[in-house]
């Protein structure tokens, strides 16, 4: 991994209702390309990202670019430069898309022409509730959401979580395009598109990172991606 | 004829006052979900301060009755800011305690006022007009009807543009959807909070000098009658939506006044009947979600 992460975490614990879903959580973000969360169903993925942000209780450290961000409040969090785009897309429905991508603007100068361009498709449903869209053109108001300010890192958790092969594959590519300019923390369980995308990968089981390394390097190792991400093997296609 | 307009135009009057203390309990509800039971105690609180300055410049006159409302309003939108910052706010995500707390701030209030105003009604006056009435195909409607009307139309019309074109409003209505996911978008959604308990707090003072209008006094309780029948117009129209409050609240005081004519009396009954009738056959209300 870089020598100058973006992102470290150190002995991260996280409760839901009293529940531990994230048991002792370290490991560290380049500052560039795109690095993957693995893991089976359950294992704390998603309580992780949640975590970092403060969306959930937790304790530990957590330092965004030199600076502990733990003691933040989630709004304060997000200002320091993390755009999160979350699982299930959490598009404000009752909102157009041009309302919900507004909401997201945090600075001067919001990269509009940038959105656009990758979702050519949401220019001419601007006015449309976004309750109304599909399920890939409502991730791609939630990747639009996180896309539109200059971030320091991107969290993007599950982004073809039930979506068709076609739109998938254009999530891929919005993910990579976007990649260029931001660093990304990818929770992922299609592999295909993990190792279509993803340098790194940090892998989870019950709650604690258990492997880390070169992503493709895991995803060749039958033995391990069978052990750890429950899947028989590496193929394209699987998901963990 | 002159009997049915009467009735239900005094409904529609009664349903603007309902509608005038809900809105601020049903945007408080649907952005935070607190069920403010401190609102009857800013209705209370505006009445009496605006009853205090219309008493000084001089009751009778369009100067004072102006005064009293502005006065209200404010007086209503201090109370509930305070309220906000210093009791509710340190209770996020508490829910059940910030019910108890403003539970308890209401007991609390309203014996407060007894003990500066008394508990006997203070009867009040208003610019004749205010007591004269209008003929309306041989109805005689008291004007203080329209002027409930008036000010309900006005804040409903004020709330619509509020929330559909500023972002304030935008930040609210996305807040009643997903409020954690409006925090994770880097927006601070407790000044939305406070806001909201403001606006709610100035509509219930606002509210509180036309029900001493309505009702010709105030007293120490006028807040904690009105509220009632508020929660009632905010479940029926659904917990946390502005529109099914103002139609609950016109259907529900228009079949009050009803029941009481007609039926012996029993309008209170009826609109608890109505009440639970809605929660069993649907218990979103008419536009919200489930109670």
Known sequence: MSAQPILEVEGLQATIAGQQVVEDVSFSVPSTGITAVLGRNGVGKTSTLRAILGLIQRTGSVTLAGDRIDGLATHRIVQRGIGYVPEDREVFSKLTVAENLALAERQKNPRREFVDALFPDLVKRRQQAAGTLSGGQQQMVSLARALINDNRLLMVDEP????????????????????????????????????????????????????????????????????????????????? | MSTLILILITGVGLGALYFLVASGLSLIYGLMHVLNFAHGAFLTFGAFLGFEIARRIGSDTWWAFAASVVIGGVVGALFATLTELALIRPLYERHIEQVLVTVGLALAAVALFEGIWGSDPIYISAPAWMNETTSVFGAQVPNTYWVLMAAATALLISLVVFLRFTRFGMIIRAGVENRKMVTALGIDVRKAFTLVFAIGGSAAGVGGVLASHYTGYVSAHLGSTLLIFAFIVTVIGGLG?????????????????????????????????ALAAVLLVRPAGLLGRTA
């Open chain 1, 160 to 240: 073809t979580k039930g979506l068709a092969p076609r739109i998938v594959g254009e999530v891929a590519e919005a993910l990579a395009e976007a990649s260029a300019t931001v660093p990304i923390l990818l929770v992922e369980q299609n592999l295909e598109v993990v190792r279509r995308l993803a340098a790194d990968a940090i892998v989870l089981d019950g709650g604690r990172v258990v492997h880390t390394g070169d992503a493709n390097a895991i995803l060749d190792d039958d033995a391990l991606v069978h052990r750890l991400l429950g899947v028989g093997t590496a193929e394209t296609g699987a998901s963990a």
């Open chain 2, 241 to 273: 939506s502005l529109t099914g409050a103002a139609i609950a609240s016109v259907l529900v005081a228009v079949l009050q006044q009803f029941a009481n004519y007609y039926l012996g009396g029993t309008g209170d009954l009826i609109v608890v009947v």
